[in-house]
């Protein structure tokens, strides 16, 4: 009885380990299926990237920005070759581009708001390349039969040509800003959904983007237009334009399909559609149009009084309607809990130190050649891509208001190079020298400039006994000293410089509302045009070098303005927080409110 008891036990020990080694192997074998199941292949891994909508995105955005930055460098330079090589009409198309931006940002963005996102894309797109394509073929009328159009009356042909390639080329940029804003400050943030630190990833590969083609679309249409001619660059552009419209039109509509979430703005539209359809006879009873009920219901004695306002008003009502978008835009702008922060990154566009026209046309007085600037602009885009991918990786580690703020530090620290720069040995500051001399100058007449000449006279006449005097004013070593300094913190400076212009663009991205992003948006490249407009005309009042030092401590005392706005609203919102740089309280706040830990 005992043996058969103890067989018995025997059996069951081992039906129960057989049991559980079963058990342990399915277990084992499911979870190697689950593990296996979701693992794909590097070559399908590739290819869900290369069709995620994210990529798309990429993907128009280079196409869309290299266009803008070959037609931008190129028409300058054509507008330069058809006056004579004068200055004039490439100085009236930058001041009616930036006055219209600043009077028409936020009516732009007001349109983009109200309008569905796929109807703003396509449109702002279409009308931009189409612009550019008309222009481009005008141009080319004009370069090839401008002998002919000077003879016919009296000229008034070839200006009536100037002014349509301005008006025209103006209208692009306007359509430009509108696919800014629609893709870069909304389509982004859908595409990216609630992840912030994706969000972050996308912005800073956009400006990369950005950096890449600001320096080889130039290079390309330049070296097309030396090694042919300005008749074939046009045609150039013109023909890239349209292909490149047509490529960006189907990426356009294959991330909508990809991203459900673009077909719904703020969630108004669908759900009054719903609401229209679930009670239409009460609709009916209160005399609504379909268009009426699909206001925001938020506000339902503004419906109730829209259908009478324009009788009430008429047509002066109508008239003045942008006016009242423009005030509402600029209003809800200051009102906005991030205005400190978007006025200081406009106060940024206040500078002369970047590398633009005025500070390549200082670089040459100072001796520096062609060669050596490009070796400096390139050197400018690889410390602006560094910034870029910086921002991402201080952004993880200390959140997005400090990264701001340590961003801004560190392009004031770089940026106090130039302001050393101005005192070097090398430098012709001269405050003895009037600023406005040049001015008044070239309005009145008088042409006794010996001592502020002397730099340009060199470059300038061949035959002359003067030439001899700026050989020995300029000592070989000395002379580069400044000038050195100067580049060397306005390249420095880039890598704090995108790295703030970044935070500052996804601090407006993710705290302004949906229904809001457009306008505000408008509002804020209407700061910056505004900002830069200023740099322009301080500029204008003080062309000579010897006052370029003085241009140099006033950008930078602007700059510092625009970090101490961004410090205010940093430490309103952070308050003392604002210095513990990693900060585990991000960590905290991930869980209790998912949209708070982007503004630590």
């Known amino acids: 009885m005992n043996h058969l008891f103890l067989k018995k036990k025997q059996k069951k020990k081992q039906n129960k380990k057989t ?15 689950d593990n296996s199941g979701p693992k794909k292949t590097c070559c399908e891994s590739i290819r869900d990237f290369f069709t995620s909508a994210k990529f798309l995105i990429y993907m128009g955005h280079a196409l869309s920005t290299w266009g803008d930055r070959m037609w931008n460098f190129a028409v300058a330079v054509f507008l330069v070759e058809l006056y004579g090589n004068s200055l004039l009409l490439t100085a009236v198309y930058g001041l009616v581009v930036a ?13 983009v708001d109200r309008n569905p996102r796929l109807k703003v894309a396509q449109t702002s797109l279409l009308v931009q390349n189409s612009c550019v394509i008309v222009c481009g073929i005008l141009l080319m009328v004009v370069f090839q039969f ?3 159009l000077v003879e016919l009356y009296n000229g008034w042909i070839l200006t009536t040509c100037y002014i349509l390639v301005i008006s025209i080329a103006n209208i692009a940029n306007l359509a430009s800003t509108a696919t800014s804003i629609t893709i870069q400050r909304d389509w982004v943030v859908v595409v990216a959904g609630q992840d912030s630190s994706k969000l972050a990833d996308m912005n800073a590969t956009v ?4 950096q890449l083609t600001n320096i080889l679309a130039p290079m390309l249409v330049g070296q097309i237009m030396a090694f042919g001619s300005h008749f074939i660059g046009c045609g150039f552009i013109s023909g890239w334009n349209l292909c490149s419209m047509c490529l960006e039109y189907a990426l356009l509509w294959k991330v909508y399909q990809k991203t459900p979430a673009l077909a719904t703005k703020a969630g108004q539209k669908e759900q009054q559609q719903e609401l229209k359809q679930l009670s239409p006879p009460k609709d009916l009873e209160n005399g609504q ?25 008429g047509c002066c009502y109508q008239v003045t309607e942008p006016l009242r978008t423009l005030k509402a835009g600029w209003v809800a702008y200051y009102n906005q809990n991030i205005f400190f922060a978007g006025m200081s990154l406009a106060f940024l566009y206040m500078t002369v130190l970047g590398f633009d026209c005025i500070t390549t046309g200082y670089a040459y007085t100072q001796g520096l050649n062609g060669s050596v600037l490009s070796l400096l602009m390139g050197a400018s885009a690889v410390s602006g891509i560094c910034g870029t991918v910086a921002f991402t990786w201080v952004r993880k580690k200390c959140g997005l208001i400090r990264t701001g703020f340590i961003s801004g530090v560190a392009q004031l620290s770089c940026l106090m190079l130039c302001v050393v720069s101005v005192f070097t040995p090398g430098s012709p500051f001269d405050l003895s020298v009037s600023p406005f001399q040049d001015l008044y100058t070239h309005l009145i007449g008088e042409s006794t400039l010996p001592e502020a000449d002397h730099s340009l006279t060199s470059i300038l006449t061949g035959g002359n006994t003067t030439t ?9 070593l000395q002379s580069y000293m400044s000038v050195s300094l100067l580049f060397a913190g306005v390249i420095a400076a880039r890598v704090g410089l995108w790295s703030f212009d970044l935070t500052v663009t996804q601090l407006i991205q993710e ?6 992003r457009g306008v505000i948006n408008g509002v804020q490249n209407s700061m910056n ?16 070098p010897e006052a370029f030092g003085l241009l140099v401590i006033i950008s930078v005392s602007f700059v510092a303005m625009g970090h101490i706005m961004y410090f205010r609203f940093a430490f309103k919102s952070l308050g003392s927080r604002l210095f513990l740089c990693c900060s585990p309280e991000q960590k905290v706040e991930t869980v209790d409110s998912p949209s708070l830990p982007t503004t630590v």
């Not at 080694?21 to 979870?31: A, E, K, T």
């Not at 006055?99 to 349109?111: E, F, M, T, Y």
């Not at 705290?511 to 809001?516: G, R, T, Y």
């Open 207 to 210: 400006r990369i983007i950005d």
């Open 99 to 111: 006055g219209s931006v600043l009077l028409l940002g936020a009516i732009i963005g007001d349109w």
């Open 529 to 544: 045009y505004l900002l830069d407009l200023l740099h322009f005309i301080m500029v204008i009042l003080a062309p000579n």
């Open 468 to 476: 001899v005097a700026p050989a020995e004013e300029q000592p070989p």
């Open 146 to 148: 401008k002998e002919q």
């Open 289 to 313: 149009s379909p268009e009426e009920s699909s206001q925001p219901l938020m506000n339902e004695t503004s419906v109730v009084a829209k259908p009478d306002s324009p009788k009430q008003h």
């Open 511 to 516: 705290n302004v509302i949906e229904s809001e």
């Open 19 to 33: 049991r559980h080694s079963l058990g342990y192997f399915c277990h084992l074998h499911s979870f190697k299926m």
